[in-house]
């Protein structure tokens, strides 16, 4: 294990970020659109009128993992994006943590991870000691009562917006779906092509307001498995690059196409990895942990949280800090937090710093300890997303 306090001081990249709810964040998106649409109460939060005026179809395309650090690693192989992003891209930040559920309701509700209630990647369900991954997400908990929020796409076609969802098939149907983009109508793609050519019929298919939101998983699937700008991350970034230029080619005259991020990502070095499973003191007076290996909610006995905090504090050091509930609230990381939330997030919340994470061996897959690149934190590197805005 490289000591931490011997690294010297991290790059800008690495510094930490506050959600910019309200203005400049993935919450944001939606809302804005929405009032480009004419959806009664909507709010124009990032300011896209001028943009978007007379635009009757807007298309929201997500590709997860693309963060804005990583686009000037992407642009080589990437043409388009490297266009797009010098003429019509600006920084925004995800919400927290920095990670792919958190982020997919944050989108489709508009809300702040606090009030939408999916605070991490896994969260343990208040009263058990059952930890929800919400990957795995089948039908209980209920998505309609562990996320409450009405979703944008609700409020659309509540409006009379026509409303399409297109992601792979698989994801039809599961708990994360149901919980982010509830009220449009699914569509089932596979590959760039395919999504790329249903998202476009969709936004043509009718002649009033349409919304039409898509999802992209391989870049940031790459990333985890070989790492930011490794050979099959770069495959992938130019397979993000075509999509987006068949996109931007079939655009309608009246359309628009909004294109943004979840997260971004890092590559942690082997000797950058704590693991709480083969060190007692990562594991004594703690109940249950969720989170993932950068963001780690601990769960602790009655009467630990102060021995648990100064032993995951010694072990780490300069590694990450270790807040309560109370101070990770307080932070603003969440956005306001609604009280019946509370309990999902750990006595104890572990954020690592610069490119370190705390692993699980045994008890969490041991596909996660293969892997090389990471989110979840509050780097830039991991926070800071773009959005890219595109007229037909």
Same mark, same amino acid.
């Given at each position: 294990?490289?000591d931490?306090?011997?690294?010297?001081?991290?790059?800008?990249?690495?510094?930490? /970020?506050?959600?910019?709810?309200?203005?400049r964040?993935? +919450?944001?998106?939606?809302?804005?659109?929405?009032?480009?649409?004419g959806?009664?109460?909507?709010?124009?939060?990032?300011g !896209?009128?001028?943009?978007?005026?007379?635009? #009757?179809?807007?298309?929201? !395309?997500?590709?997860?993992? !693309?963060?804005?650090? $990583?686009?000037?690693?992407?642009?080589p192989?990437a043409?388009?994006?490297?266009?797009?992003?010098a003429?019509?891209? #600006?920084?925004?930040?995800?919400?927290?943590?920095s990670?792919?559920?958190?982020?997919?309701?944050t @989108?489709?509700?508009?809300?702040?991870?606090? %009030?939408?209630?999916?605070l991490?990647?896994? @969260?343990?369900?208040?009263?058990?000691?059952?930890?929800?991954?919400?990957?795995?997400?089948?039908d209980?908990?209920?998505?309609?009562?562990? $996320?409450?929020?009405?979703?944008?796409? $609700?409020? %659309? #076609?509540?409006?009379?917006?026509?409303?399409?969802?297109?992601?792979?098939?698989?994801?039809?149907?599961?708990?994360?779906? /149901?919980?982010?983009?509830?009220?449009?109508?699914?569509?089932?793609?596979?590959?760039?092509?395919?999504l790329?050519?249903?998202?476009?019929?969709?936004?043509?298919?009718?002649?009033?307001?349409?919304?039409?939101?898509?999802?992209?998983?391989?870049?940031?699937? &790459?990333? =985890?498995?070989?790492?930011v700008?490794? /050979?099959?991350?770069?495959?992938?970034a130019?397979?993000?690059?075509?999509? @987006?230029?068949?996109?931007?080619?079939?655009?309608?005259?009246? +359309?628009a196409?909004?294109v943004?991020?979840? =997260?971004? $990502?890092?590559?942690?070095?082997?000797?950058?990895?704590?693991?709480?499973?083969?060190?007692?003191?990562?594991t004594?007076?703690?109940?249950v942990?969720?989170?993932?290996p950068?963001?780690?909610? @601990? &769960?602790?006995?009655?009467? +630990?949280?102060?021995?648990v905090?100064?032993?995951?504090?010694?072990?780490?050091? %300069?590694?990450?800090?270790?807040?309560?509930?109370?101070?990770?609230? +307080?932070?603003g990381?969440?956005?306001?937090?609604?009280?019946?939330?509370?309990?999902?997030?750990?006595?104890?919340v572990?954020?690592?710093?610069d490119?370190?994470?705390?692993?699980?061996?045994?008890?969490?897959?041991?596909?996660?300890?293969r892997?090389?690149?990471? =989110?979840?934190?509050?780097? %830039?590197?991991?926070?800071?997303?773009?959005?890219?805005?595109?007229?037909?």
């Amino acid at each position: 294990m490289t000591d931490p306090a011997a690294t010297p001081a991290p790059p800008p990249f690495l510094a930490p /970020v506050v959600p910019e709810y309200g203005g400049r964040s993935l +919450a944001d998106v939606l809302p804005s659109a929405l009032a480009a649409l004419g959806v009664p109460g909507a709010v124009d939060l990032l300011g !896209l009128a001028d943009e978007l005026a007379g635009v #009757r179809r807007v298309a929201v !395309l997500l590709v997860d993992g !693309l963060g804005w650090h $990583q686009i000037p690693i992407a642009t080589p192989y990437a043409p388009t994006l490297a266009g797009l992003t010098a003429t019509t891209g #600006r920084p925004l930040t995800c919400g927290f943590p920095s990670t792919t559920p958190t982020s997919l309701v944050t @989108l489709g509700t508009g809300t702040a991870s606090g %009030a939408h209630g999916v605070l991490g990647f896994s @969260l343990r369900i208040p009263g058990t000691d059952r930890v929800l991954n919400h990957l795995e997400w089948a039908d209980e908990p209920s998505p309609l009562r562990w $996320q409450p929020v009405t979703t944008a796409l $609700q409020r %659309a #076609r509540a409006a009379g917006v026509a409303v399409t969802v297109v992601s792979r098939p698989e994801f039809g149907g599961t708990g994360l779906t /149901v919980a982010a983009n509830r009220g449009g109508d699914y569509r089932g793609a596979t590959g760039v092509e395919a999504l790329a050519a249903t998202m476009l019929a969709a936004l043509g298919a009718g002649t009033g307001p349409t919304l039409v939101s898509g999802y992209h998983p391989d870049l940031d699937r &790459h990333g =985890h498995l070989s790492g930011v700008d490794s /050979v099959p991350w770069r495959t992938a970034a130019t397979e993000v690059d075509g999509l @987006l230029a068949r996109l931007v080619d079939g655009l309608p005259p009246d +359309a628009a196409l909004l294109v943004t991020a979840d =997260h971004g $990502q890092l590559n942690v070095p082997a000797g950058h990895r704590f693991d709480l499973d083969t060190d007692p003191r990562l594991t004594a007076g703690v109940r249950v942990v969720a989170g993932e290996p950068r963001v780690r909610y @601990l &769960h602790v006995v009655p009467g +630990a949280t102060e021995d648990v905090r100064a032993a995951w504090s010694q072990v780490l050091g %300069a590694a990450g800090r270790v807040l309560t509930r109370e101070e990770a609230v +307080a932070t603003g990381w969440f956005g306001p937090v609604y009280e019946e939330h509370l309990a999902r997030v750990g006595d104890l919340v572990v954020v690592c710093n610069d490119t370190y994470a705390v692993l699980a061996s045994r008890s969490e897959s041991p596909m996660l300890s293969r892997l090389v690149g990471f =989110h979840g934190a509050d780097t %830039a590197a991991e926070m800071t997303i773009p959005l890219l805005v595109v007229r037909g």
